[in-house]
């Protein structure tokens, strides 16, 4: 799969330690495999001159005090709390100075954030998207992009999970309604 390095942007979704190491809240294996495919997808965007744009899930301790019905800290337990070493990226996805780090508060990185701005902006049209988790935050954003009318392209050996089932289900779902997944070895930026 070739991908036009003009109009394509690699998206690192939730690489933070609370995910992805082991001493994180809510740390999953699965996660902490995917530091190194993410890694190698980042070197070889920054290498073709792709953008690069990493989230970050983060809440402020009283986010979900006022909450009518969604509540991550019901569901998940406190997790990635501003300002702790949870919330920060994992120290082997270490952004580059030109690399966009968006800062979201729900599983859609496009929720109430700049970037879809930011896309636009930079004349983005397909997005190639690793991180973690599959089924969570990796599938939430992925369909937002694609309603979007962005071309999401998940690479399926960069993406971290609970369960392999979940990541299973996740891509399978993404493939079906609104995206691409493709192997980190199948994505080529020309």
Known sequence: MQLDTDSTAVVVVD????????EGSLYAPGSEDAIEPCGELVERAHDAGVPVVFTRDV????????????DEF?????????GSWEAEL????????????VVKHTYDAFHQTQLEGWLE????DDLVICGTLANVCVLHTAGSAGLRDYRPVLVEDAVGY???GHREYALDHADFLFGEVETLEAVDFA
């Open 90 to 101: 994992v120290a082997e996805l270490e952004p580059a100075e030109e690399d966009l780090v």
């Open 15 to 22: 690489m933070q330690n609370g995910f992805c190491h082991p």
């Open 121 to 124: 902006a930079h004349g983005i």
């Open 74 to 82: 019901e569901r998940w337990g406190e997790h990635v709390l501003e």
């Open 59 to 70: 809440h402020p301790p009283e986010q979900f005090e006022d909450a009518h019905y969604y």
């Open 162 to 164: 609970i369960e392999e």
